[in-house]
């Protein structure tokens, strides 16, 4: 009989994957590259110098890189000596990654000094009293430099002293709601994750990724089932189009992974129509709403390759819209984030955690392997997300006779106006249909009478002009007066959190301050 804590970690089918193709490339990046065979050995030479500085099992490391081959290996290292990992965002402010230390009870800190000398030197003195150890991806001034020591020691194999049971990683949410809280997983939810997301997405036979999004986040986590199929990850420190599409022609790119902002970018940039984008096979996109029509585009201009993508920090993935639901034939399905993984179960509730009947919106509540063991430190939220044992996602959703999931909003961005509950994502989506309007949100704004009005930001397309009272009246057509926005505001961008998210918290501030707005 095979017990849970028997099962592979994450470490080990990495150590696997590593050892299967010496001599493929696993890492290519602008100036450099990595084999299997060298990443596999840098492993057990981080091992060994982290082994030497005193990091030991069950203690928590803080990692700060961009995206990086070398710091990669170094949190496949950390975690096969049993460490518990939590990657600070390459993008984030101090005061976060500060908090993030703080929160997750980090007494370890690994630096990439090449991206991150001065945060890394800040990190180290600000929070001395609680780092016992800082390490650094090369030389500095603030810390010791693990790679150099590893050198230093010579060639040793890597090892994986985790077991399914120990804990893994402390993932922090983008904190769109409020303060980003730590979900915590054990190796066995880990190498869940791994298996679904190789299982339900299509992936090409041989992937090149390209991953310009952060790895330390959702891009990460396509690069196990990349080096697991004998695949190269192509990384890039940062989304700059021109480079992007540049690269996807270069190297033959077959796949990558875009939030939708990103995608409005590429579509907008002079040089998308000059590229050849043939080698394309895959672009998995998520993380925020992404509007019909400019998806629409994207097909006619990239091709057939997408494939979205639903999730979250608390459980990832969720469902999956494939490739051939991507169909001019049947735009309905365009609005919808695809079907149940294999791997999840997926019902819609009510407030009183009954089921919905169906047709009826409800919040997507889930049960999988995958799925966060807890809030770490947050035990009244953790009870609260995952009342009646499902977890609760935030989101609302409807579902159809076929299982295909509709989000229609989140439960916190919901807008009560004169007693009507108002989805933002419902306005949006028609407020983006207007060919003139790269991208729009909806918040709700204090209003005396109906305690909330619908108000819209919009960004204009470059060089375009378009009306408040044409929008507002193109809402009114579509979804009726009390969908209409009473106030359009035209934006140069709207503010992203460090995930690519619209950050509706900053836009919400400047309409509430000082108020108190309720929310479900």
Request: hydrophobic fraction near 45%; glycine fraction near 8%.
């Given at each position: ?9 994450g ?5 696997r994957a590593?050892?299967r193709?010496?001599d493929?490339d696993?890492?290519v990046?602008?100036?450099g ?7 596999y050995?840098l492993?057990g030479r ?5 082994s ?15 995206n990086?081959a070398?710091t990669w290996c ?17 993008l984030?402010?101090?005061a ?6 703080a929160?997750?009870g ?6 990439d000094p ?14 001395a009293d ?13 810390g ?5 020591a590893?050198e ?7 090892i994986?002293?985790?077991?399914a049971?120990d804990?893994?990683i ?17 190796h066995r939810?880990?190498?869940?994750a791994?298996?679904a ?6 992936f ?12 330390t986040h959702?891009s990460?986590t ?7 199929r004998?695949?190269t ?20 790119i ?11 970018v ?9 590229t ?7 672009v ?14 994207g ?10 993508l ?13 490739k051939?639901d991507?169909d ?35 919040e997507i ?6 799925v966060?063991?807890q ?6 939220q ?11 996602t ?10 295909y ?14 007693g009507?509950n ?8 028609v407020?983006?249909?207007?060919p003139?309007?790269?991208?729009a949100?909806?918040i ?8 909330e ?29 009390t ?7 035209f ?9 690519g ?10 309409f509430?301050?000082?108020?108190s707005?309720?929310?479900?």
């Amino acid at each position: 009989m095979t017990l849970l804590h028997d099962l592979p970690t994450g470490t080990t089918m990495t150590l696997r994957a590593l050892a299967r193709f010496p001599d493929r490339d696993a890492f290519v990046w602008d100036g450099g590259r990595l084999t299997y065979r060298a990443a596999y050995e840098l492993v057990g030479r981080l091992q060994a110098a982290m082994s030497a500085a005193g990091l030991k099992k069950g203690q928590v490391a803080a990692f700060l890189s961009a995206n990086s081959a070398e710091t990669w290996c170094a949190g496949v290292a950390a975690q096969g000596l049993g460490l518990v990992v939590t990657w600070l965002h390459p993008l984030g402010a101090l005061a976060d990654h500060l908090d993030v230390i703080a929160d997750s009870g980090a007494t370890a800190l690994v630096v990439d000094p090449r991206t991150h000398a001065a945060r890394g030197a800040e990190l180290a003195a600000q929070a001395a009293d609680r780092l016992a150890v800082v390490l650094t991806m090369g030389r500095a001034d603030f810390g010791r430099d693990v790679v150099a020591a590893g050198e230093a020691i010579g060639s040793t194999t890597p090892i994986d002293l985790a077991t399914a049971d120990d804990h893994a990683i402390i993932n922090y949410t983008g904190g769109t709601t409020g303060k980003s809280k730590g979900a915590i997983r054990r190796h066995r939810s880990v190498a869940a994750a791994v298996l679904a997301t190789s299982s339900d997405f299509e992936f090409p036979a041989v992937p090149r990724y390209l991953a310009a999004a952060p790895i330390t986040h959702v891009s990460g986590t396509k690069v196990l089932p990349t080096l697991l199929r004998g695949g190269t990850v192509h990384l890039m420190k940062g989304f700059d189009p021109e480079r992007f599409l540049h690269t996807i022609a270069r190297e033959k790119i077959n796949f990558t992974l875009m939030v939708p902002t990103m995608i409005y970018v590429m579509l907008d940039h002079p040089a998308l129509d000059r590229t050849d984008l043939s080698s394309l096979e895959l672009v998995l996109y998520g993380a925020s709403p992404m509007s019909p029509t400019r998806l629409v585009e994207g097909l006619e201009r990239v091709g057939p390759v997408f494939s979205q993508l639903y999730g979250q920090t608390e459980c990832y993935p969720v469902s999956v819209l494939r490739k051939g639901d991507h169909d001019a034939r049947r735009p309905e399905l365009f609005a919808s984030c695809g079907s149940p993984i294999a791997g999840c179960r997926v019902t819609l509730r009510d407030e009183d955690n009954n089921e919905v009947k169906p047709g009826e919106a409800g919040e997507i509540c889930v049960q999988a392997a995958h799925v966060m063991e807890q809030y770490w430190n947050r035990p009244e939220q953790t009870a609260e997300t995952f009342a009646g044992g499902w977890l609760h996602t935030g989101d609302i959703a409807r579902a159809d006779e076929r299982g295909y999931l509709y989000i229609v909003d989140r439960k916190k961005d919901m807008i009560v106006s004169g007693g009507f509950n108002i989805f933002p994502r419902e306005v949006e989506d028609v407020l983006s249909s207007h060919p003139d309007v790269a991208m729009a949100a909806v918040i709700g704004v204090p209003h005396d009478k109906w305690g909330e009005a619908v108000a819209a930001l919009v960004v204009a397309k470059p060089g375009a002009s378009v009306e408040a009272e044409a929008l507002m009246q193109l809402v009114k057509d579509r979804k009726g007066s009390t969908h209409a926005p009473k106030q359009v505001e035209f934006v140069d961008a709207l503010p992203l959190t460090a995930v690519g998210k619209v950050d509706k918290k900053v836009l919400r501030a400047k309409f509430w301050a000082g108020r108190s707005r309720q929310v479900g």
